[in-house]
């Protein structure tokens, strides 16, 4: 579904990784890690233009920096998910007055990712974590089957970070994160790409990783 073949990634001149070989196939929860600064962010940009250049439906996106509307509520935000699934009348009347049937579908979403009652709060007023479940909730909203996420539970503590990511598993069968948190990376992918000074250091099934391996890759 995705290939990338000796491709080179990089902003104007400065090359952050050289000869990529990358692909990703149905089904596939793919975990990107690596230090802070490694490349996880632009290789994770590379494959979703290059996914939502390529695949006739549309790939759910959920981006480091959320990409939220803070002085917008909770509901508008994770509306927006699916704003092309209307026509601009219906869009433009659920901004000002919510519609019952959209109230309940992300009503229901929001209860999925633990922000149940907070439909209706300004995006601004939530923490952190708050933030990224809102961004996920789009995210389910949109839909689709293939979600590429971008460290997208990295301020919500370990065990609801968790539970969260195997919500996202069972809504969405093809995934790309990256994470920081290794021991939730070998619980939810299929696959492990470690990523060290401008190449890809290892691209293999999570059961294989040696901790050997995983130590590599975060020493300087
Ligand atoms: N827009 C940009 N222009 C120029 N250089 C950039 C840009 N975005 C990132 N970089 C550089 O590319 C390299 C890889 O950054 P990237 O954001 O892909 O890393 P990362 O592994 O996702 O880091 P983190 O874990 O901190 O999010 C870094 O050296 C960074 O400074």
Redesign the pocket.
């Known amino acids: 579904m995705l290939h990338l073949d000796g491709e080179t990634l990089a902003?104007?001149k400065?090359v952050?990784l050289s000869q990529v070989d990358f692909h990703l196939r149905p089904g596939e929860r793919v975990v990107?890690l690596?230090?802070?600064?490694?490349?996880?962010?632009?290789?994770?940009?590379a494959a979703y233009a290059r996914l939502a250049d390529q695949m006739s439906e549309q790939i759910a996106l959920v981006p480091?920096e959320t990409g939220l509307v803070p002085q917008l509520s909770v509901f508008h935000n994770v509306y927006m998910g699916r704003l092309d699934a209307h026509g601009a009348g219906y869009n433009l009347l659920n901004l000002i007055w919510p519609q019952k049937a959209q109230r309940r579908q992300i009503d229901e979403i929001l209860q999925q990712v633990g922000l149940e009652g907070l439909s209706r709060q300004p995006v601004a007023a939530l923490s952190g974590g708050q933030k990224q479940r809102v961004a996920l909730a789009r995210a389910i909203h949109r839909g689709g089957s293939i979600l590429v996420a971008?460290?997208p539970v990295s301020a919500v503590d370990e065990r609801h970070a968790a539970q969260l990511i195997d919500t996202l598993a069972t809504r969405f069968g093809t995934m790309l994160l990256?994470l920081?948190d290794v021991a939730l990376a070998r619980r939810v992918a299929t696959r492990i790409v470690g990523?060290k000074a401008g190449r890809l250091m290892i691209d293999k099934p999570a059961a294989e990783l040696s901790g050997e391996e995983l130590d590599a890759l975060y020493r300087p």
């Open positions: 902003y104007g400065t952050v990107l690596g230090r802070s600064g490694s490349g996880k962010t632009t290789l994770l940009s480091q971008d460290e990256s920081h990523i």
